[in-house]
């Protein structure tokens, strides 16, 4: 179940739960960082930013809109890399990011959505 992010609390709850699970993910904790900066620049004014839900907590999936496109950005278990998916949690993979990404890339990849 998704969950609105309406204030800057639910944002840093579910990112420091992101920062906090880094240890079963440590190639992709810096460029989260990177993405959090990104999501927070590109969205949608008009849009909010939903986090998933799992057991009462925040889990790793965030989805927002960009150009009033939908995209979901997950935590890739078996590749260890965070995706960036067009609309939905399985939809079609445009990026995949670790911290082996460049910032810079990270910023052309969103600037280009």
Not at 57 to 74: D, F, H, K, P, V
């Amino acid at each position: 179940m998704p969950l609105t992010v309406s204030d800057l609390d639910t944002l840093v709850t579910y990112f420091t739960g992101v920062m906090g699970r880094t240890h079963h993910a440590p190639n992709v904790d810096a460029v989260a960082l990177a993405l959090l900066g990104a999501v927070l620049w590109r969205k949608d004014a008009d849009s909010e930013i939903e986090v998933r839900t799992y057991g009462g907590s925040t889990a790793n999936m965030l989805w927002l809109q960009i150009n009033g496109q939908r995209y979901a950005l997950a935590y890739n278990h078996h590749d260890g890399c965070i995706e960036l998916r067009l609309r939905t949690s399985g939809g079609e993979v445009v990026h995949r990011f670790t911290n082996a990404t460049p910032v810079t890339e990270v910023r052309r990849i969103f600037e280009e959505l």
